[in-house]
């Protein structure tokens, strides 16, 4: 199983510029010939484009140098030398470039097709040919290349999610996931771990899709780092509202400490996932007693949060209508019922 590897730090190097050539035209009954050295060629570039088909960064813990083509040297005759081939190097789709120097932040490569040039080619330099002049028939020097762009990047990967769930760990993010996936063929999941981030693609019809992240479990005190912490809150950033999922027969909390708790870390992680829409959901209602458990917490929400959707993430009661009222939220169409 591949692991997921949401950043990473590599080096790229453009290719330098060739230099520039020194030669005069030796050819019978021409005297004089005057110089003909051509321009070195450009150093290539490196960019950074978007493949749909990857999934993590992992490749990045594997190789971390990335180095362009160099320009070839310039030649007689004014023959040009040949440009160094662009490097592309292929990164998943919503991935965050910076500086890993000064932190800068170079590109959000967040749309299918997106590419960014991190580090530009050298200029070939010129030959002798380019220095002739009335008063320099015979110039005896050229240009050197001019050395390509280097740079430390830092690799960001934010995952793109239309809804993420978000829970204490096992709340039944992945049995809920699975029942979703388990119920519609047309549903792509990635390998389920408890460490991981994991993505399912909904299709209840043609005309709906959605895309679901289950992130790993959080923890009173995530947004300061503990439990996995920030390092997974950061892709919720990414999703258009949230399905905050609550254990509704958890012994060692009750349901509304678990919400609040929720609640506070989203709000005190900030970059705006305070301000997301979110559903309250409860789930394992199919055990006995769990509706007396989240009582508090439904009549908490209705008083000001809105209301408590009850469901079986294992049996799959009330999936169809959370998945309704995510449409909905998202501000997208919503059916009364999803078989």
Not at 136 to 144: F, L, M, S, V
Not at 212 to 221: Q, R
Not at 233 to 259: C, K, Q, S, W, Y
Not at 309 to 314: A, R, T
């Amino acid at each position: 199983m591949e692991n997921f590897v949401d950043q990473a730090v590599i080096y790229v190097k453009a290719g330098d510029g060739g230099r520039g050539c020194v030669s005069f035209r030796r050819e019978k009954y021409v005297p004089f010939g005057g110089p003909n050295g051509g321009d070195g060629g450009s150093g290539g570039d490196v960019v950074l484009r978007v493949n749909e088909n990857l999934r993590t960064l992992v490749s990045f813990r594997f190789k971390r140098h990335f180095r362009a083509q160099k320009g070839q040297p310039g030649l007689g005759a004014d023959k040009t030398g040949r440009s160094g081939q662009v490097l592309v190097v292929p990164v998943p789709l919503g991935t965050l470039v910076r500086n890993h120097d000064s932190g800068e932040v170079l590109a959000d490569l967040d749309h299918a097709g997106s590419e960014v040039i991190v580090a530009k080619g050298g200029l070939g330099g010129r030959g002798n040919a380019s220095f002739k002049s009335a008063s320099n028939r015979a110039p005896r020097y050229a240009q050197p290349g001019i050395p390509g762009e280097e740079m430390n990047l830092e690799l960001e990967l934010k995952l793109l999610a239309d809804v993420g769930l978000v829970g204490l760990p096992n709340a039944g993010k992945s049995t809920l996931l699975r029942r979703i996936s388990a119920a519609h063929p047309e549903v792509g999941d990635y390998p389920f771990t408890t460490k991981s981030p994991v993505l399912g693609i909904v299709r209840p019809d043609p005309l709906r899709e959605l895309v679901v992240a289950d992130l790993p479990g959080i923890i009173a005190g995530a947004h300061e780092g503990k439990g996995l912490g920030f390092r997974f809150l950061r892709h919720i950033e990414r999703t258009r509202g949230i399905v905050i999922l609550i254990d509704a027969m958890n012994p060692d909390a009750e349901p509304l400490a678990v919400f609040q708790t929720l609640r506070g870390e989203l709000g005190e992680y900030g970059h705006g996932l305070e301000t997301l829409p979110f559903l309250t959901v409860a789930n394992k209602m199919d055990l006995p007693g769990a509706a007396d458990n989240v009582a508090i917490l439904r009549d908490y929400l209705r008083d000001g949060d809105g209301d408590l959707l009850e469901i079986s993430g294992l049996r799959g009661d009330g999936v169809s209508i959370l998945i309704n009222r995510i449409f909905a939220m998202l501000g997208g169409p919503a059916e009364e019922t999803w078989d």
